[in-house]
């Protein structure tokens, strides 16, 4: 049961960061088919469809002037990653044991160049140990072409291993663990 309660938790973490969450949501979430909040749920939004914006109740942003960047939905911090990290789009994955060693490899693009991209594992305490997908944006000028990235990460289990989870902005991605021939 805890295990399974950390998990949802982590769950939502990783939702809020990819912005599929409100912060305040509670199961009747105005969204089409596209994902994208209606106008009538938007917080700038008339409170009904006759009222003008001037009547509308103000926008919460802009009725506290100490709502900070990490207020906001989506750019709120994610347990388990260091300062200035976000979680990274999607990535392709693969995972392999040999030697008592699991190595997880993340293969995917960036935007820009520039990124650095990484693999965090988890502060969930399961077993085997799960892994975020994470990446800093860079500082300064960069390339603006799509650049490409490989980053792996390792852990030691003498047990076979038969799958490695990996959560980044897609959501969870189970990826499967090839053994080693010996």
């Given at each position: 049961?805890?295990?399974?309660?950390?998990?949802?938790?982590?769950?939502?973490?990783?939702a809020?960061?990819?912005?599929?969450?409100?912060?305040?949501?509670?199961?009747?979430?105005?969204?089409?088919?596209?994902?994208?909040?209606?106008?009538?749920?938007?917080?700038?939004?008339?409170?009904?469809?006759?009222?003008?914006?001037?009547?509308?109740?103000?926008?919460?942003?802009?009725?506290?002037?100490?709502?900070?960047?990490?207020?906001?939905?989506?750019?709120?911090?994610?347990?388990g990653?260091?300062?200035?990290?976000?979680?990274?789009?999607?990535?392709?994955?693969?995972?392999?044991?040999?030697?008592?060693?699991?190595?997880?490899?993340?293969?995917?693009?960036?935007?820009?160049?520039?990124?650095?991209?990484k693999?965090?594992?988890?502060?969930?305490?399961?077993?085997?140990?799960?892994?975020?997908?994470?990446?800093?944006?860079?500082?300064?000028?960069?390339?603006?072409?799509?650049?490409?990235?490989?980053?792996?990460?390792?852990?030691?289990?003498d047990?076979?291993?038969?799958?490695?989870?990996?959560?980044?902005?897609?959501?969870?991605?189970?990826?499967?663990?090839?053994?080693?021939?010996?």
């Amino acid at each position: 049961m805890r295990s399974v309660l950390t998990f949802v938790l982590l769950g939502v973490a990783v939702a809020t960061v990819a912005g599929c969450g409100s912060g305040g949501n509670t199961g009747n979430d105005d969204t089409g088919s596209s994902g994208n909040l209606s106008a009538a749920s938007r917080a700038d939004a008339p409170a009904s469809p006759t009222a003008s914006p001037s009547t509308s109740p103000p926008n919460a942003a802009k009725a506290s002037p100490t709502t900070t960047k990490s207020d906001r939905p989506g750019t709120q911090p994610v347990l388990g990653l260091p300062a200035g990290w976000e979680v990274a789009p999607r990535a392709d994955y693969t995972a392999r044991q040999a030697a008592g060693q699991v190595t997880i490899t993340a293969k995917g693009e960036n935007p820009t160049g520039g990124y650095e991209v990484k693999l965090v594992q988890s502060p969930l305490r399961i077993w085997p140990p799960q892994w975020i997908l994470a990446h800093r944006k860079p500082a300064g000028p960069v390339t603006q072409a799509i650049t490409p990235f490989e980053t792996s990460a390792s852990f030691k289990s003498d047990k076979k291993v038969a799958t490695v989870v990996v959560n980044d902005a897609s959501g969870r991605r189970i990826a499967n663990v090839a053994q080693a021939q010996n």
